[in-house]
Structures are given as structure tokens and as C-alpha cells.
């Protein structure tokens, strides 16, 4: 297993247009995370889901931004009409979570450069 | 909402030093985890405690649940240690999603 891996890397768009993340988990873990860092600052949750159901968003996701993992496996996070406050790392964790709490395995990041 | 404060913001330490960052939060919590960020943005869970104290190689990571307070100590300091500093909180009752600290930019000098 290689971790958890995210593309792309890095990505630069224009005000306005869509943009969409992916975030592939390590194979075995339930949960899923998105998380947003600003330069400078701690990450900021965004939603997490368990297998394919999106069990919590936070008021950080706006209704330009939607988030889906079909079948419990990948996720893709979507920007609609980004905005230059759009710009962060956009990073992705997964877990395995049963009875006992398990930590989070973090991906790369795709760093979202909003012009 | 979890206030999780670390300091200091910023650390610079000469090679060999004992460092340490403290971390403190608001409310009662399921687990508290110290992560380590390099530069480019990969995040590396260090420790996961709920109480007590854990050792691994240099690192050491203590707990006080009735104060509310944690600490990360790196003995022997080296320049490849250099990092951010991240301390989370969790809740198992709510997705166990982390409230992170704003972290702690550590430059160890050689």
C-alpha cells in the first residue's frame, strides 16, 4: 500500500472556474477527511465521510463546494466558480475507525492557486 | 468549538537542544495527536494519546487530561527535526474529524 495519494499536486485556475480534487485513501480505511490549510494557519475541517455517506460538513463548505466518495473508496472534491479566498492546500486523511479510535493518514495536498 | 492553542508560534534552537511546545485546548476531548509538517505540505501523525505519556526514538509526548495540557519534547535536537509542529484534537462522539493548532515553526540551527 502506498499511502494516501492525491491529484494534482498543484493547480491554477482562473476566478470563476470549476475545479475538481481527488483523493485516493489507503485501500482498507473507512473514513475519509477534507481539510483546507490558508498559509500560515492549522488545517480546517471541511467533511468526512464513512464508506459512500458524507456524515458531516462543516459552515467552511459554502454551496459552491460539494464533495462525494461514490463507492466508498476515492473521493473528488469540487470548487464551483472558485474565488481568489479559494486559495489553500486542499488536503485528504483517511482512517480506519471501529471500536477503538485509529489516527488519520494524511495525503500530499493539492495546493489550489486561484488567479 | 475546541480552542487548541500551541506555543511557541516560532522556534529556533541550536543543534542538540531539549525543545519543547506546549499545547493546550478548552474543552474535554477522546484523543489529542501531535503531527509533524515539512515543507510542500505532507503531514505525519507523530503521536496519538488520551493520557499518560509516549516515547518514540527522540520524541517524547505527554498528556495532562485534568489541565487540559500537552507537551512535545524532542531531546538531542538535530537540523533534520526542522518543521512545523502540529497538535489536534479529536472526538470520537463526532467523526473523530481533528481540530488542529495553528502549529509551531521549528529551525534547528547545526
Known amino acids: 500500500d502506498t499511502g494516501v495519494s492525491q491529484n494534482p499536486r498543484h493547480k491554477i485556475t482562473k476566478r470563476g472556474q470549476n475545479v475538481t480534487f481527488r483523493c485516493d485513501p489507503i485501500?482498507?480505511?473507512?473514513?475519509l477527511y477534507w481539510y483546507r490549510q490558508t498559509l500560515g494557519q492549522g488545517p480546517e475541517f471541511l467533511t468526512y465521510f464513512q464508506n459512500e455517506a458524507q456524515l458531516e460538513k462543516s459552515r467552511l463548505l459554502s454551496d459552491r463546494f460539494s464533495a462525494e466518495r461514490p463507492k466508498g473508496s476515492f473521493s473528488t472534491l469540487e470548487i464551483q466558480r472558485t474565488e481568489q479566498g479559494d486559495s489553500a492546500m486542499y488536503l485528504c486523511a483517511s482512517s480506519f475507525t471501529g471500536f477503538f479510535q485509529d489516527t488519520q493518514y494524511f495525503g500530499p495536498g493539492t495546493r489550489l492557486t486561484v488567479l | 468549538k475546541n480552542e487548541v492553542e500551541q506555543s511557541p508560534q516560532n522556534l529556533t534552537a541550536q543543534e542538540g537542544e531539549f525543545i519543547t511546545i506546549n499545547c493546550s485546548y478548552s474543552v474535554g476531548i477522546s484523543a489529542l495527536h501531535w503531527l509533524q509538517q515539512h515543507p510542500g505540505g505532507g503531514i505525519v501523525s507523530l503521536f496519538m494519546l488520551s493520557s499518560g505519556k509516549k516515547k518514540h526514538g527522540r520524541l517524547i509526548a505527554t498528556i495532562n487530561i485534568q489541565e487540559k495540557h500537552s507537551s512535545l519534547h524532542i531531546t538531542a535536537s538535530h537540523p533534520r527535526d526542522s518543521a512545523v509542529y502540529i497538535c489536534?484534537?479529536?472526538?470520537?462522539?463526532?467523526?473523530?474529524?481533528?481540530?488542529f493548532g495553528t502549529g509551531t515553526s521549528l529551525t534547528v540551527i547545526p
Open positions: 489536534a484534537v479529536s472526538y470520537t462522539n463526532t467523526g473523530n474529524q481533528f481540530y
Open positions: 485501500s482498507e480505511h473507512n473514513r
